[in-house]
């Protein structure tokens, strides 16, 4: 399949280490697999750079260390919880990624993959978590943490890409569309994008309250609400709810 790939910053097409901001143990906090204990691995690098992004040691400061698949591959493997959560920053970008994946399958174990779905790249994983990233994730022009001003534009450039967001629903039957809710305004952006895509059911769709603690009833009765109509999910943050926002949760 030929398909766009928005890769350019700071793709790493080494397909034996990658620099990862962390890996831990702890339970899946958001989606359909809530609460299933599981080993992360945090690719480090993004090609988008969400204003409220929750992990900006893997995009707005980059951190981490270069570490090769064959030492990832050996420490999920001997975490003994069945499950894998390749996520980021955007993993997409990285070809380790598709090779780390490649090594888990074959020990076993169940993949997750977390993207914003903005990249196709094959790769195999049993679910695959698309957030696609709505206006509401666009950083100002003045963020005074891209002292360049270049991210509004390009973040508004990359975000969305109908074509790659197609490809992965279709090469993906297990798969989730979880959307990063700020307010009711983003529904009428969420309708929109749904009605150019085709495959997805109604049990894919996931509402996520936009925030790093935990949202007051005030302010999800709406969300909860809408789901409830839509026949759509509403997605908690059980790991905030659990340990807060921390590394390593
Ligand atoms: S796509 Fe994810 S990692 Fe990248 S900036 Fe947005 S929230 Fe952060």
């Not at 709505?134 to 534009?153: C, I, K, V, Y």
């Not at 936009?210 to 943050?237: F, H, M, N, Q």
Request: with cysteine; aromatic share 6%.
């Amino acid at each position: 399949m030929s398909l766009p790939l928005h890769i350019s910053d700071p793709a790493d097409a080494a397909s034996d280490r990658a620099r990862i901001s962390e890996t831990f143990v702890s339970i899946q906090g958001e989606g359909k697999l809530t609460g299933v204990p599981s080993w992360f691995v945090r690719f480090s690098g993004c090609n988008l750079r969400c204003t409220w992004c929750d992990t900006p040691y893997a995009s707005w400061k980059p951190d981490g260390v270069a570490r090769t698949i064959d030492e990832l591959a050996a420490e999920a493997h001997g975490a003994g919880v069945g499950h894998a959560v390749v996520t980021g920053g955007e993993p997409m970008l990285f070809s380790a990624a598709a090779t780390l994946c490649e090594r888990l399958r074959a020990a076993g174990l169940h993949i997750t993959i977390e993207t914003a779905g903005t990249i196709f790249r094959p790769i195999a994983c049993d679910l695959l978590s698309i957030s696609p990233k709505l206006s509401n994730s666009t950083p100002s022009a003045s963020d005074p943490r891209d002292p360049s001003g270049q991210w509004h534009a390009r973040h508004e450039e990359r975000r969305m890409n109908i074509e790659v967001l197609q490809g992965l629903l279709n090469a993906h039957p297990q798969r989730q569309l979880k959307f990063v809710v700020a307010g009711e305004a983003d529904l009428a952006e969420i309708d929109g994008l749904l009605a150019r895509l085709s495959g997805w059911t109604s049990t894919d769709v996931l509402l996520m309250p936009e925030g790093v603690t935990t949202p007051s009833r005030e302010r999800t009765d709406w969300l909860v609400a809408t789901c409830i109509a839509r026949k759509w999910r509403y997605c908690p943050r059980l790991h905030i709810e659990l340990f807060g926002n921390k590394r390593g949760t």
